[in-house]
C-alpha cells in the first residue's frame, strides 16, 4: 500500500519553476503509484497566468484535485482556531492530508507543523519540505 501525497502551494509553485528535484520526487511518486491529492485552494495560491504556466496546467491534470467542501472548511476554521493561525489553505491541507492518511509536501513546514500539532491526531500526518 502505497500512502498517497498531498502537496501545498510551495510544492506547485516548485513544479511551476521547473525544480528538478520536485519533478524527481512527482515522478518517483507516481511510478510507485502513489496518488498525488492537491487541495482546490492550493491551486489558487500558485496558479496566476494561463499564458505562462502551462507546465503547472499539465502537472495539475496528472492530480487529483479535490474541491474544498462544507465540512473540510469548517474543519479547517476549527483547526485554525485551535492553533492560532489564520492560514485557512494551510489548515486545509492538513486537514485534507489527515482525512486522506497523506504525506504532506511543503515550502512551510513549521507553520504546517504548528497546525498537525493543534490536530492532534494520532497517527499524524507526516510533513516533507520541498
Not at 32 to 47: F, T, Y
Not at 60 to 66: E, I, Q, R, S
Request: a neutral charge; glycine letters at 6%; one cysteine or more.
Amino acid at each position: 500500500m502505497n500512502i498517497p501525497y498531498l502537496y501545498d502551494a510551495g510544492a506547485l509553485i516548485a513544479i511551476d519553476n521547473d525544480d528538478r528535484r520536485m519533478w524527481a520526487r512527482h515522478s518517483l511518486a507516481l511510478e510507485d503509484g502513489r496518488d498525488i491529492h492537491i487541495p482546490s485552494i492550493v491551486v489558487s495560491q500558485a496558479w496566476r497566468d494561463s499564458r505562462r504556466q502551462v507546465r503547472l496546467g499539465k502537472f495539475l491534470a496528472g492530480c487529483h484535485v479535490a474541491p474544498v467542501g462544507i465540512e473540510t472548511a469548517k474543519a479547517a476554521g476549527i483547526l485554525c482556531g485551535k492553533a492560532g493561525t489564520s492560514d485557512i489553505v494551510d489548515a486545509t491541507v492538513v486537514t485534507m492530508a489527515a482525512s486522506l492518511g497523506a504525506i504532506i509536501w511543503t515550502s512551510d513546514p513549521n507553520d504546517i507543523r504548528t497546525l498537525v500539532d493543534a490536530q492532534d491526531i494520532k497517527p499524524a500526518p507526516v510533513i516533507r519540505t520541498v
